[in-house]
């Protein structure tokens, strides 16, 4: 075993701010754990259990890195979110424009979806942040991963989104690209990016950025290409 894998980490967490009832909804599921992140502590090898209701280990948060704080490119910021951004956020998630190829929320589920963004971005630097526009200080979307479950395995996905004002400048290979370098100090190993057939902006983003198509996939009856990328050196 390398150094790189003796240093891959299960991570789990529990968090659930707003103490609703748990649930395997994939924005309301208190978040599991993933090999292949780094920590300065000694790492801890914890067993698989995605969604498991007897998550109550500790944590070997990735936020002890202390790489909680923002990124700042030439034009963006990329940062954690706060509770000051719910508003933003939520209004977002239910606007048909800035959901396209997804599919606008309800408010309920709006606000479940960014308790989720809040509880990732605890523990996993690279979780889906928000995207700042530094010459405005407006939030103009997001990018970062989350957990989706591929071929019934929980992989790290990555995801971008924009609002359509703020689409066709390279914002979201500026932003990525920036938060992938970030990634790359914390995780070995392997992300995905699921997108569909007729999405070709962010299938250009996801090539930007160094993605490779594996194959098309099924996600609820519906096709996805799906696209790899290892980072950080190691794959596990
Ligand atoms: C996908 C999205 C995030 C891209 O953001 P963006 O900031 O416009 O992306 P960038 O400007 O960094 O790059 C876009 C690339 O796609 C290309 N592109 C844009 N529209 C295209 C189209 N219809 N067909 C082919 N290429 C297209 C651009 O030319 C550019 O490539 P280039 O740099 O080689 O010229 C944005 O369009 C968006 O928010 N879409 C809606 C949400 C979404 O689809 N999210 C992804 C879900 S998988």
């Excluded at 070997?60 to 490119?73: F, Y």
């Excluded at 914390?186 to 999405?199: Q, R």
Aim: aromatic share 8%.
């Amino acid at each position: 075993m390398s150094d790189a894998d003796s240093a891959a980490a299960l991570v789990l967490i529990t968090a659930n701010p707003r103490g609703v009832p748990e649930s395997r909804d994939r924005h309301h599921t208190p978040v599991a754990q993933t090999a292949g992140f780094r920590t300065r502590e000694t790492m801890r090898v914890l067993p698989w259990r995605y969604g498991s209701e007897n998550a109550t280990w500790a944590v070997e948060e990735v936020a002890a890195v202390g790489l909680k704080e923002g990124i700042v490119t030439p034009r963006l910021e990329v940062r954690p979110p706060t509770e000051a951004d719910r508003v933003r956020f939520t209004e977002l998630f239910c606007d048909d424009a800035f959901m396209v190829f997804s599919g606008k929320l309800t408010e309920e589920a709006a606000h479940r979806r960014f308790d989720h963004m809040l509880a990732m971005c605890e523990v996993v630097p690279f979780a889906k942040q928000p995207i700042l526009e530094r010459a405005s200080g407006v939030v103009v979307g997001y990018t970062g991963v989350d957990y989706f479950t591929v071929e019934h395995e929980a992989r790290l996905e990555w995801g971008y989104r924009l609002v359509p004002e703020s689409r066709g400048m390279g914002y979201a290979t500026e932003a990525s690209q920036a938060l992938l370098a970030r990634a790359a100090e914390t995780f070995s190993g392997e992300l995905v990016a699921m997108i569909d057939p007729n999405n070709h902006a962010s299938e250009r983003v996801c090539r930007k950025l160094g993605f490779a198509f594996l194959k098309r996939v099924s996600v609820e009856g519906d096709v996805r290409n799906l696209h790899t990328l290892v980072i950080g050196g190691t794959a596990q």
